[in-house]
């Protein structure tokens, strides 16, 4: 039910399907857009690229003046760069094997690193790995240790077996669990792998410039050997970005080393190319991204933030109103819609939403751009409201209070009329007689067979 829709337009907050249909975007290309689509600053400057030209190969002028900004922004003091969070991934992965000469790599159930084999798995309780898609070997993930996020064993198992780990790899806010920022657990690990010679990899291809400028390690206060980073900065452009210290970055081309006086790359380098990486475009996006951000601070983010803390307040205090077991969970300007229970039906809100105008995926996280005005998130808020009330006065999800249908009549959770005695007060119920001679709501009594039970309704 939950259609895709095709579309051949966008502009700020909105895009246009082929049939016309608009919609106020919150999908926003999985998190790489904060600045709404067809920014006016970004065009320009791809548009400006594209007349100069869009050589690959040689090196571009834009590369060392971009990675520099990155640097700067991110606190690192190298950077290089790739066409995707995935490929950031695992060039981080390679370049902490690679110094440490250790194979095992840490990560955690319920992370998301992108699509490379070693990343798609899951751990079991016996802290065996398995692939989780068809077409991956077994063998890929075996020198992969997942464990659960943010707990004291985990801390525990990490630091028994730190000294023979390459990485312990977070996503240090899982976008799947919005509400759980573990900073405690994460200074902690930051600790133990320091004490260990083992690198701690923050996977920021979410939270790296959205966040917070400095992403999710400004906002735990720890500072990782190695960021991947990827979405955001690349402006709409494909980008994957991996910056840290410069004794693990010299491993992807040996170092500083200068012409002509006799110096050569000095450390052991890996390997870490692609056609397409330093592509013009995206070097030309990303400049205008990170002037754009340094030229506004960190009141940027800020804006964002505060307005994803408004619009999940004024959704969870209505759903909290109506008892519906509803949230939507937010870290900076990404927010997710989770039901507190599990329940059947519970996802029909995602063709809701779609059906109000609201451009959402089943499943994956929203997020905010300076392109939502004050009217676009109080329509996103509206939508949710209509949504979640529609969805309980239909009996999809359990929730009631001040809804009213359009007779005025008060429902209940099920969508009956709760001042309509002739209506069951739940599905199934039968009109019976009371011991007494009066009228009363009755159930099967599942243990019993061809007998009922009494509701006490008050
Ligand atoms: C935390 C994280 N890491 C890595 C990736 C992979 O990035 P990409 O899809 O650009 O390969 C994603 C993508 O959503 C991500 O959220």
Same mark, same amino acid.
């Given at each position: 039910?939950?259609?895709?829709?095709?579309?051949?337009?966008?502009?700020?907050?909105?895009?246009?399907?082929?049939?016309?249909?608009?919609?106020?975007?919150?999908?926003?290309?999985?998190?790489?857009?904060?600045?709404?689509?067809?920014?006016?600053?970004?065009?320009?400057?791809?548009?400006?690229?594209?007349?100069?030209?869009?050589?690959?190969?040689? @090196?571009?002028?834009?590369? %060392? $003046?971009?990675?520099?900004?990155?640097?700067?922004? /991110?606190?690192?003091?190298?950077?290089?760069?790739?066409?995707? %969070?995935? $490929?950031?991934?695992?060039?981080?992965?390679?370049?902490?094997?690679?110094?440490?000469?250790?194979?095992?790599?840490?990560?955690?159930?319920?992370?998301?690193?992108?699509?490379?084999?070693?990343?798609?798995?899951?751990?079991?309780?016996?802290?065996?790995?398995?692939?989780?898609?068809?077409?991956?070997?077994? $063998?890929?993930?075996?020198?992969?240790?997942?464990?659960?996020? %943010?707990?004291?064993?985990?801390?525990?198992?990490?630091?028994?077996?730190?000294?023979?780990?390459?990485?312990?790899?977070?996503?240090?806010?899982?976008?799947?669990?919005?509400?759980?920022?573990?900073?405690?657990?994460?200074?902690?690990?930051?600790?133990?792998?320091?004490?260990?010679?083992?690198?701690?990899?923050?996977?920021?291809?979410?939270?790296?410039?959205? /966040?917070?400028?400095?992403?999710?390690?400004?906002?735990?206060?720890?500072?990782?050997?190695?960021?991947?980073?990827?979405?955001?900065?690349?402006?709409?452009?494909?980008?994957?970005?991996?910056?840290?210290?410069?004794?693990?970055?010299?491993?992807?081309?040996?170092?500083?080393?200068?012409?002509?006086?006799?110096?050569?790359?000095?450390?052991?380098?890996?390997?870490?190319?692609?056609?397409?990486?330093?592509?013009?475009?995206?070097?030309?996006?990303?400049?205008?991204?990170?002037?754009?951000?340094?030229?506004?601070?960190?009141?940027? @983010?800020?804006?964002?933030?505060?307005?994803?803390?408004?619009?999940?307040?004024?959704?969870?205090?209505?759903?909290?109103?109506?008892?519906?077991?509803?949230?939507?969970?937010?870290?900076?300007?990404?927010?997710?819609?989770?039901?507190?229970?599990?329940?059947?039906?519970?996802?029909?809100?995602?063709?809701?939403?779609?059906?109000?105008?609201?451009?959402?995926?089943?499943?994956?996280?929203?997020?905010?751009?300076?392109?939502?005005?004050?009217?676009?998130? $109080?329509?996103?808020?509206?939508?949710?409201?209509?949504?979640?009330?529609?969805?309980?006065?239909?009996?999809?999800?359990?929730?009631?209070?001040?809804?009213?249908?359009?007779?005025?009549?008060?429902?209940?959770?099920?969508?009956?009329?709760?001042?309509?005695? /002739?209506?069951?007060?739940?599905?199934?119920?039968?009109?019976?007689?009371?011991?007494?001679?009066? @009228?009363?709501?009755?159930?099967?009594?599942?243990?019993?067979?061809?007998?009922?039970?009494?509701?006490?309704?008050?």
């Amino acid at each position: 039910m939950i259609y895709q829709p095709v579309v051949n337009r966008s502009l700020g907050s909105r895009i246009w399907d082929i049939d016309g249909n608009e919609y106020v975007d919150v999908l926003n290309g999985f998190g790489s857009n904060m600045f709404g689509h067809n920014p006016p600053f970004i065009v320009e400057a791809i548009s400006e690229q594209l007349k100069r030209g869009y050589e690959l190969g040689p @090196q571009h002028e834009l590369a %060392g $003046e971009v990675a520099k900004m990155i640097c700067e922004l /991110t606190n690192s003091d190298r950077a290089g760069f790739c066409n995707t %969070g995935s $490929e950031a991934v695992l060039g981080a992965m390679r370049i902490a094997r690679t110094v440490t000469g250790r194979s095992t790599i840490i990560s955690f159930n319920g992370s998301y690193h992108g699509i490379n084999d070693e990343v798609i798995l899951r751990g079991t309780k016996k802290f065996k790995s398995v692939p989780a898609a068809a077409g991956i070997m077994p $063998e890929s993930v075996q020198n992969m240790l997942v464990l659960d996020y %943010g707990t004291p064993e985990s801390l525990e198992i990490i630091r028994q077996r730190a000294h023979e780990i390459a990485a312990v790899m977070v996503e240090p806010v899982q976008s799947r669990r919005a509400d759980f920022h573990p900073k405690a657990f994460l200074q902690e690990v930051r600790k133990i792998t320091s004490d260990n010679g083992c690198l701690l990899i923050f996977d920021e291809v979410i939270t790296g410039f959205r /966040t917070l400028p400095g992403g999710a390690q400004q906002y735990f206060d720890v500072k990782a050997d190695i960021g991947t980073y990827g979405k955001v900065v690349g402006g709409g452009m494909p980008i994957g970005v991996i910056a840290g210290k410069k004794e693990y970055m010299d491993a992807l081309d040996g170092g500083f080393w200068q012409y002509g006086d006799g110096s050569v790359p000095e450390i052991g380098v890996t390997y870490f190319a692609g056609t397409f990486v330093r592509h013009p475009f995206a070097l030309a996006a990303a400049k205008a991204v990170l002037l754009h951000m340094k030229e506004k601070g960190q009141a940027l @983010q800020e804006h964002l933030n505060g307005n994803t803390a408004w619009l999940a307040k004024e959704v969870n205090d209505f759903a909290a109103s109506l008892n519906i077991p509803f949230h939507l969970v937010h870290f900076g300007s990404l927010f997710k819609p989770k039901y507190d229970i599990d329940l059947p039906n519970a996802d029909l809100i995602y063709l809701l939403l779609r059906q109000k105008g609201i451009h959402i995926y089943d499943g994956f996280p929203c997020f905010l751009t300076e392109a939502h005005s004050r009217e676009d998130i $109080e329509f996103i808020i509206r939508m949710f409201k209509e949504a979640l009330s529609e969805l309980a006065d239909a009996g999809f999800i359990p929730g009631f209070g001040n809804n009213t249908s359009s007779n005025g009549a008060s429902m209940n959770g099920n969508g009956q009329k709760q001042n309509d005695a /002739t209506l069951p007060p739940v599905p199934g119920a039968l009109l019976g007689k009371n011991p007494d001679g009066t @009228q009363g709501w009755f159930v099967p009594d599942p243990a019993r067979p061809g007998k009922y039970l009494k509701l006490m309704l008050n």
